[in-house]
């Protein structure tokens, strides 16, 4: 009898304990230990969520932003292209081709998930983990369709206002929620064909994923860690969720029960398991984290922004909170990376020449993502890259870029076929299976 008792004692207080320890983790642990973000490198994220929030938005009476701000950070005069659901039917959400000739950027950004819109959650559906084998590693298969649509529909657009802007523009993808992993792969897919868009330097393509879906397997979340940035606010529920996104969205009115259950799976899970699992899905690239409330603490904060190339621990605690909803809304992102940007401005004390300070920076982001592929590669993350190897693609990508561009004889820019470019980029096995090819991503592929 007091055996039993002992042992009942001692599961009781185990149960406790991880309840206390589940119930009291909030987001803010995430990124405990990540530098502050510099306000140049965050400058673009309300901007960027005003473009996004304007794909179904009327900037001249403005239902989304507050009457008291409005759309202050863009041009409708830039808006060069703006889709319906009518127009893209069942393939992807709605998008905006956007120009800011101010800071000489061309955008293409894709909205959100549309709870009421049938259309989208067949574009979540269509998927099975490690059905889709991209550029090395698993991306989501029904989001990778959505990006190759877009991208067919609109390379000569984006390759003309590119050539109008001159070689110094910069292209910009972005999304929110479903979107953001469309962009994502979005920019996987250019990344991978610059010489569709002109021989654009790799280093003017951005992609900024607000809210972000868990999209590309870890390798690949590392590897396009410096093109494409993540901005997560506070305890989002969306890029913490380890699940395939179409139980997500299929059981969002559940959604609170949903999560505790994967958060009590995940407990039990090990994460040397979690890194061996080539289909795990992760959100992509370097995480920027909106962190503004507390412990024991319903109230917002003066918000902080962080910011790094996570390997382990990239958002995989789960936060039973009130706000993990909230938290996903392009609204509050907007507000409140407002704030913070305020905020990192007025503290920011310039102790260095600004052209120096921004040359350090960038060197210190090339050097992290040295150092985030060489801890992948430490881990033996599924198809993780080297470092050496990741150098001498971009050393051969430069050096192609650079005689494309002194060649006396243009080629002919005919129609990309993104179809064709996911084609080589991977093989079937005699099973059917998807195979890597390792030799067509070894180099910039080029569809003529």
């Known amino acids: 009898m007091s055996v039993s008792c002992g042992l009942e004692c001692v599961l009781c207080v185990g149960c406790v304990r991880w309840a206390w ?4 983790y909030i987001g803010a642990y995430d990124s405990e230990t990540w530098p502050p973000a510099s306000p140049d490198d965050f400058e673009p994220v309300p901007r960027i969520c005003q473009i996004i929030m304007a794909i179904s938005d009327d900037l001249d009476n403005p239902k989304l932003m507050p009457a008291t701000r409005g759309y202050t ?5 830039g808006v060069h292209k703006r889709t319906t ?7 992807c959400p709605p998008y905006l081709v956007y120009v800011d000739r101010l800071r000489n950027e061309v955008v293409l950004a894709v909205r959100g998930l549309n709870l009421v819109r049938n259309a989208d959650y067949k574009v979540l559906m269509d998927n099975k983990l490690g059905m889709q084998m991209f550029d090395g590693g698993y991306v989501h298969h029904g989001l990778l369709k959505a990006a190759q649509f877009i991208l067919e529909r609109e390379t000569e657009t984006l390759r003309e206002l590119l050539r109008q802007q001159g070689p ?8 929110h929620s479903l979107g953001s992993g469309i962009a994502a792969l979005m920019t996987v897919l250019v990344v991978n064909n610059r010489k569709a868009f002109g021989n654009i330097p790799r280093s003017h393509i951005r992609c900024y994923a607000l809210a972000p879906a868990r999209c590309m397997s870890l ?6 860690a410096d093109v494409i940035y993540s901005i997560v606010l506070q305890d989002d529920f969306l890029p913490r969720t380890p699940t395939p996104l179409e139980y997500i969205f299929g059981s969002i009115f559940c959604l609170p029960c ?12 090990q994460d040397k398991k979690k890194f061996k699992d080539p289909r795990r899905l992760y959100a992509p690239g370097r995480m920027y984290h909106i962190v503004e409330r507390k412990f024991c603490s319903c109230a917002r904060y003066p918000p902080e922004v962080r910011t790094a190339i996570p390997v382990e621990g990239r958002f995989e605690h789960i936060v039973l909170s009130c706000s993990t909803t909230a938290d996903h809304g392009i609204i509050w992102i907007e507000r409140e990376s407002a704030l913070a940007l ?13 052209a120096e300070q921004k040359m350090e920076r960038l060197q210190s982001f090339k050097e992290e993502h040295k150092n985030a592929l060489h801890r992948a590669k430490t881990l033996d993350v599924p198809h ?14 430069s050096s192609d870029t650079h005689s494309e561009a002194t060649s006396s004889e243009p080629k002919s820019a005919g129609r990309t076929s993104w179809d064709e470019l996911v084609d080589k980029l991977f093989t079937r096995d005699e099973d059917g299976k998807l195979i890597v090819n390792r030799d067509m991503v070894a180099r910039d592929v080029v569809i003529e």
């Open 21 to 24: 320890k589940r119930l009291t």
């Open 73 to 77: 950070q863009i041009d409708g005069a």
């Open 85 to 91: 659901y009518d127009e893209v039917g069942t393939a």
């Open 384 to 397: 993780a890259i080297d470092i050496s190897e990741e150098e001498t693609h971009e050393g051969a990508s």
């Open 168 to 175: 110094d523009c910069k292209l910009i993808f972005a999304g």
């Open 342 to 354: 305020e905020l990192m401005k007025e503290k920011e004390k310039a102790t260095t020449p600004p």
């Open 258 to 269: 949903l999560l505790f259950l994967f958060c009590l799976r995940d407990t039990f899970k």
């Open 219 to 224: 390798n690949l979340a590392v590897k396009y």
